[in-house]
């Protein structure tokens, strides 16, 4: 079963982070800090296919499950990140149904979708099992093994949660708190009692239909009160940050 979701399953509590630094260094190095799973950002970060395929490669030799949030619904860009390893694919701005059935059809093999088969890096380009015969196994494996997860971050999206969330195909949904806020009206009011009451909705709708259920946050200390919540997993912003206020920090402890 995919790594995510077994901790999930179990109750474990997974954290993330939206890795933006453009490098395999930085998914490889992220792996020693005892993180779940790095989303490789193609929607805001600095990724294109190759520099994706080198995130993927540290991430898998860091020992943390690499994510990949993709730029566009496209085929292409909801297959390729699939075909070098990803285990888990964040779709921004999945707003319609109808979108959302396109998804599933790139990113999910027969019967589920219709993603197209060919050996590649994520099977050892067809050395490793479960790739190999019979070919109706290895299917099945990998649509358990790579997760679609749209995200909520419109009003068209909150508007049809309930029906998106119990799609076949999609495995859960994560929560854009910044654009969501934006598309209500209500941008950056994350006290506002019309978002807090869009969280519960969204919530409600994955557990009902037996999904998960992700949250982002800029502050890691907001973790705890979301998980205590129900939220399945958070992800506890972006790499870049994070380093940017490390290094601060230490350039003005030397000089202090
Ligand atoms: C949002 O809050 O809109 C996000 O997509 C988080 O990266
Ligand atoms: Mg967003």
């Known amino acids: 079963?995919?790594?995510?979701?077994?901790?999930?399953?179990?109750?474990?509590?997974?954290?993330?982070?939206?890795?933006?630094?453009?490098?395999?260094?930085?998914?490889?190095?992220?792996?020693?800090?005892?993180?779940?799973?790095?989303?490789i950002?193609?929607?805001?970060?600095?990724?294109?296919?190759?520099?994706?395929?080198d995130a993927v490669r540290g991430a898998d030799l860091g020992?943390?499950?690499?994510?990949?949030?993709?730029?566009?619904?496209?085929?292409?860009?909801?297959?390729?990140?699939?075909?070098?390893?990803?285990?888990g694919l964040i779709i921004p701005f999945a707003e319609r149904v109808e979108e959302i059935k396109n998804i599933v059809k790139w990113a999910k093999y027969s019967p589920v979708g219709m993603r197209g088969f060919c050996p590649s890096r994520k099977?050892?380009?067809?050395c490793d099992y479960p790739s190999q015969e019979p070919m109706y196994k290895g299917m099945e494996y990998w649509n358990e093994e790579t997760l679609v997860i749209p995200q909520c971050e419109t009003a068209g999206c909150l508007s049809h949660i309930e029906e998106i969330a119990s799609m076949d195909g999609v495995d859960g949904i994560f929560i854009g708190p910044f654009d969501l806020s934006i598309g209500m009206g209500i941008g950056g009011q994350f006290d506002n009692p019309e978002f807090k009451s869009a969280l519960e909705r969204i919530k409600?709708?994955?557990?009902?239909?037996?999904?998960?259920?992700i949250i982002f946050t800029m502050d890691p200390d907001a973790a705890p009160a979301y998980f205590a919540e129900g939220f399945d997993?958070?992800?506890?912003?972006?790499?870049?940050?994070?380093?940017?206020?490390?290094?601060?920090d230490a350039v003005k402890r030397a000089k202090a």
């Open 204 to 213: 409600k709708a994955c557990h009902d239909a037996g999904k998960f259920v």
């Open 63 to 87: 020992g943390v499950s690499p994510f990949v949030r993709v730029r566009e619904i496209s085929r292409a860009a909801i297959m390729k990140p699939l075909d070098v390893g990803a285990r």
């Open 41 to 53: 950002d193609n929607e805001h970060g600095t990724y294109e296919g190759e520099s994706t395929l």
């Open 123 to 126: 099977d050892g380009w067809g």
């Open 1 to 39: 079963m995919n790594d995510f979701l077994k901790k999930v399953k179990a109750g474990e509590k997974p954290v993330g982070m939206f890795i933006e630094m453009g490098s395999m260094t930085a998914a490889e190095c992220i792996g020693r800090t005892g993180i779940d799973y790095i989303i």
């Open 233 to 248: 997993s958070v992800v506890v912003g972006l790499d870049i940050i994070h380093y940017i206020n490390v290094c601060r």
